[in-house]
């Protein structure tokens, strides 16, 4: 089971950090990717990572530079660090999983486990 946690309302040029933490599983061996949908929209790849021990990680060109995504295999937890945020960040932001030793997938239906969603709202 994934948790996502730690959206917000943030100021245009804010920063906020996600968190997406499993239970029931052990987290180093999946590969973890995060989505987002703004409303109206369809969802978006924004970062990925790779198992442990892969070191590949994946950013959508909208975010480069600005996110960065991470993992604390003590806490069983990925981040998605969000800087200079801009009000087209605004989205319902979902953590997804799936056990594999290869690439992190851009594409939700690479993987098998979805969080609840975490509200993201960036103001002007």
């Known amino acids: 089971q994934l948790q996502a946690s730690g959206g917000g309302l943030v100021q245009a040029g804010g920063s906020l950090r996600l968190s997406c933490a499993a239970s029931?599983?052990?987290?180093?061996?999946?590969?973890v990717g995060w989505f987002r949908q703004a409303p109206g929209k369809g969802r978006d790849f924004v970062a990925a990572?790779?198992?442990?021990?892969?070191?590949?990680?994946y950013y959508a060109d909208s975010v480069k530079g600005r996110f960065t995504i991470s993992r604390d295999y003590a806490k069983n937890t990925v981040y998605l660090q969000m800087n200079s945020l801009k009000p087209e960040d605004t989205a319902v932001y979902y953590c997804?999983?799936?056990?594999?030793?290869?690439?992190?997938?851009?594409?939700?239906?690479?993987?098998?486990?979805w969080g609840q969603g975490t509200l993201v709202t960036v103001s002007s």
């Open positions: 990572i790779s198992r442990s021990g892969g070191g590949i990680t």
């Open positions: 997804a999983a799936k056990a594999t030793i290869g690439p992190p997938s851009r594409y939700g239906g690479g993987y098998d486990y």
């Open positions: 029931g599983r052990t987290f180093s061996s999946y590969a």
